[in-house]
C-alpha cells in the first residue's frame, strides 16, 4: 500500500505561491473569523495560520465570544467585504445553532469566498465553469491527479453529504467523469456500494469506520476524517484493517488536512489576482 502524502504534496504547492508573493509589492491578506472556542476549530485556524505566515501573506484575526450575534457577523462581514485589503475570508465553521450558517455565507462576496461556499462559486462548479472551489475537494482532486490516479470512468464512493466535503467532490468528480456514488447514514446495505468503489472518498467523522470489508481490492482509499476522541487523532479508516487490500490511502494527519490548507492559500492568492485584474474570472 502506498501513502498519498499530502504533506509533502502541499509543502509544493506552498512554496510555488511563496515564490509568486515575494514578487508582489502589496501582500495578499485574508480574514478569518471564529465564534467561540471549538478546539477542533482552533486546531483547524492554528494550521491556516501557519501556512499564511509560511508563503507570506497577511492576516486578520476576528476571533469572537458566542455572544457575538447574527447581526454582528453579518456586519462585520459587510465591513470585510468593502475593505480593500482584504482578498480573502473565512468563517470557520460550524456556527453556533443560533446562526443562520446559509445566511452568513451568502453575504460574504462571491469574489472574496476563498472557502468557495457561496451558492454562486457552488453554481459555477455545477455547470462546469472555473470557480472559487471548496478546498477539501481540490485538494482531494489535486492530490489524486498528483499520484497519476485514473479518475475518468472509474467508481467513485463518496461517505458524506455536507456542503463543504461530500456535495462539492461529487460534483467536482462528475465534472472529471467519474461515476459517482453517494452514501450517508441512512444508505442501505452500503457494503455493497463501497465494494465496488475504484475509489473510495470518507468523510463521515466516525473513527475507524472503514475496514477491510468495506472495500475492493487494490482501492485507493481517501480519508478525509479527522476527529479527536480522548485526545487521541482518527481517521475515519482504519488503516491496520485495509493496509494489505488497499493499493493507496490518505494518511490521517498528513494527507487531505494539508491538501485544504494548501487549496485555502491558493484560493487566496487567486482572490487577490482576480481582484487587482490580473486574471480574468465572471
Ligand atoms: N470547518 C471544517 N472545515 C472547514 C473549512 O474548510 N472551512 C471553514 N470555514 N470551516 C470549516
Known sequence: MKILDGSKYSKIIL????????????????????????PSSITYIKSKEKACKYVGMDIEKHFHTLEF?????????NKLNKDRSVNGIIVQ???????????????IDYKKDVDGFHPFNLGKIFVGLES????????????LSFYDIDIKGKTVCILGKSNIVGKPVALMLLNHKANVIS???????????????????????????????HIKK????VD????????????????????DKA?????????????????????????YMIQNNKKNFI
Open 218 to 221: 487494490d482501492a485507493v482509499i
Open 132 to 143: 472559487l472551489a471548496p478546498c477539501t475537494a481540490l485538494g482531494i482532486v489535486d492530490l
Open 15 to 38: 512554496d510555488d505561491i511563496k515564490q509568486k508573493i515575494r514578487k508582489l509589492s502589496i501582500k495578499p491578506k485574508l480574514a478569518i473569523v471564529l465564534l467561540g472556542k471549538n
Open 224 to 243: 478525509v476524517g479527522f476527529t479527536y476522541k480522548n485526545g487521541v487523532l482518527y481517521g475515519d479508516v482504519d488503516e491496520k484493517s485495509i493496509k
Open 69 to 77: 450575534t447574527e447581526k454582528d457577523l453579518i456586519e462585520l462581514i
Open 93 to 107: 465553521l460550524p456556527l453556533p445553532s443560533n446562526i443562520n450558517t446559509d445566511n452568513i455565507i451568502f453575504n
Open 183 to 213: 452514501c450517508d447514514k441512512y444508505t442501505e446495505d452500503i457494503i455493497k456500494l463501497t465494494q465496488v468503489a475504484d475509489i473510495l472518498i470518507s468523510a463521515t467523522g466516525v473513527p475507524n469506520l472503514i475496514k477491510a470489508k
Open 247 to 271: 493499493s493507496y490511502i490518505s494518511p490521517v494527519p498528513g494527507g487531505i488536512g494539508k491538501m485544504t490548507v494548501a487549496h485555502l492559500i491558493k484560493n487566496t492568492y487567486k482572490a
